[in-house]
């Protein structure tokens, strides 16, 4: 009888218990329904009990993109902690347009409810991280106390710096704040780094004590200060830079600073690490002296004299960044360095500086004996775009030979006038130039070339013209070209 009453109890139970999950699933199908749904207070009921629960996201997943979309106006209906709490967990979702309309929630609603915004900068996912930065910069500075708040939260902070450093010099004194109060070292070097970023000049004094760290974290004010590059600072980045011991990274942007404070002294000593042993710091040093401009023109003179081939191919990187008439001069004089990797370097810094001085000088190039050379200055002056055609126009009436008695000089004038050609053929203005080029005798097979390259349409009756040409190289040329422009 006692087994009888066991089993009916048992039984009862799995009942129980298999009526309850049944029930349950029929309670959220429910939910989830009215969370979809048309009816905005059923939908506003059905997200408050279902952001409670930690399935929330799945749940609602199950539904097809335009019922997801549909939660977004249910969120901003609340325009609560629980609204941005259900658009937060939407900037989750796989399908880029229910993002971009749970942004839109969030900027309308989250304003109100910063608290709860802010709780996606500590979110485990990248899309409600960013998300949430992006909200809080659109806000605005109402943002900044929140973020400051979430900025001493480490979970939060990666976020929250990204937010702080948008806001730029607004965030400095809430950050200086932080820096003096803390206690927890990381805390400090991550308000170091944010300031460092955000570069105003307010930090320097209060950065400067923290100098006295071991080198691993004294990297981090360094790079900060560098990152700053107040002139009042300038005595400890020239020893940093000059100093094997600091950290490279740290070493690299104190040259970077450096060069944007630009005296004598910084330059000077910019100069000096274009040989440093640490290559990271040398190119560095590049850079920093590009970024000085005019003011490093001197010191880069210098420097192209050096007896090392790294200083002058790093004088050369600096050169292609200051778009000065002396930068051309100097590159031209590079040109003529003994090792052809110079040589191309400063063919390749003339396309960059872009400057009409140039032309001239990389249409000599197009003569070069290193072949590596002339394609540089094919790429520099297709580089340099329309106002380099006249020039270039002008290089394939005067390379193109006229007569045929020197053999090795026909043969220079050729391959330099199919590298004009080349050069015309890359500059997109130059189309109309070339079709009429290709009816003047002398330079109709270079400019026919470079249109042939072009698969240009227009001169399609040039090539069937080229047809008739006593010439069997050049009928044979413009077969392949109507063969390509066949349809």
Same mark, same amino acid.
């Given at each position: 009888?006692?087994q009888?009453?066991?089993r ?31 009816d ?9 009990l279902l ?17 997801r ?75 900044l ?16 710096t ?18 003096e109060?803390a ?19 307010r ?6 004590p ?8 004294? =990297?981090?004010?360094?790079? +900060? #200060? $560098?990152?700053?590059?107040? /002139?009042? @600072?300038? *005595?400890? %980045? !020239?020893?940093? &830079?000059?100093s ?15 060069g ?56 050369v ?26 040589? =191309?370097?400063?063919?390749? +810094? #003339? $396309?960059?500086?872009?400057? /009409?001085? @140039?032309? *001239?000088v %990389? !249409?000599?190039? &197009? ?7 002339v ?24 390379f ?88």
């Amino acid at each position: 009888m006692s087994q009888w009453i066991v089993r009916i109890l048992f039984g009862t139970a799995v009942a129980f218990i298999i009526g309850s999950a049944i029930w349950n699933n029929i309670v959220t199908n429910r939910l989830i329904e009215e969370a979809t749904g048309r009816d905005l207070e059923a939908q506003k009921r059905a997200l408050t009990l279902l952001s409670e629960r930690e399935d929330f996201f799945d749940l609602i997943q199950s539904r097809r993109p335009p019922r997801r979309l549909r939660v977004a106006v249910g969120a901003e209906s609340l325009r609560n902690a629980v609204g941005v709490k259900v658009a937060l967990a939407m900037l989750r979702d796989p399908e880029p347009r229910v993002r971009d309309r749970f942004l839109q929630a969030l900027l309308k609603i989250g304003g109100d409810n910063l608290d709860a915004l802010a709780e996606g900068l500590k979110h485990p996912d990248a899309n409600v991280k960013n998300g949430t930065v992006k909200v809080m910069v659109q806000l605005g500075v109402r943002c900044l106390p929140i973020a400051l708040k979430a900025f001493e939260n480490a979970d939060a902070r990666p976020a929250a710096t990204e937010v702080l450093v948008q806001f730029g010099s607004a965030s400095v004194l809430g950050l200086i704040e932080i820096l003096e109060r803390a206690t927890d070292e990381g805390l400090k070097l991550d308000a170091i780094t944010a300031l460092g970023r955000i570069g105003d000049r307010r930090a320097t004094n209060v950065l400067l004590p923290y100098l006295t760290l071991p080198t691993e974290k004294k =990297r981090v004010v360094l790079v +900060a #200060l $560098g990152t700053i590059a107040d /002139p009042r @600072a300038e *005595p400890i %980045l !020239i020893q940093a &830079l000059r100093s094997p011991a600091e950290d490279p990274d740290a070493r690299a942007q104190v040259a970077l600073g450096l060069g944007q404070i630009g005296t004598p002294s910084a330059i000077r000593t910019l100069l000096n690490a274009l040989g440093d042993a640490d290559l990271q710091v040398a190119d560095a040093a590049a850079q920093g002296l590009q970024k000085a401009g005019a003011r490093a023109l001197d010191a880069l003179a210098q420097a192209l004299n050096d007896p090392r081939v790294g200083v002058r191919l790093r004088a050369v990187t600096a050169l292609s960044g200051i778009a000065e008439a002396r930068s051309v001069a100097l590159l031209r004089r590079a040109l003529l360095d003994a090792d052809a990797r110079v040589q =191309r370097a400063a063919t390749d +810094a #003339l $396309g960059v500086v872009g400057r /009409p001085e @140039a032309i *001239p000088v %990389l !249409i000599e190039s &197009l003569h070069a004996a290193d072949g590596g050379v002339v394609l540089s200055a094919v790429r520099s002056l297709s580089r340099i775009g329309a106002p380099a055609i006249p020039a270039l126009l002008n290089a394939l009436r005067e390379f193109s030979p006229a007569d045929s008695s020197d053999p090795m000089n026909m043969a220079n004038r050729v391959a330099a006038a199919y590298f004009a050609a080349l050069a015309l053929r890359q500059i997109p203005e130059a189309e109309p130039a070339l079709l009429r080029a290709a009816q003047e005798p002398r330079i109709r097979r270079f400019a026919l070339i470079a249109l042939k390259e072009r698969r240009t349409p227009a001169a399609r009756p040039l090539f069937e013209q080229a047809l008739q040409s006593p010439d069997p190289a050049l009928r044979q040329f413009a077969r392949e070209a109507l063969m390509q422009l066949a349809p």
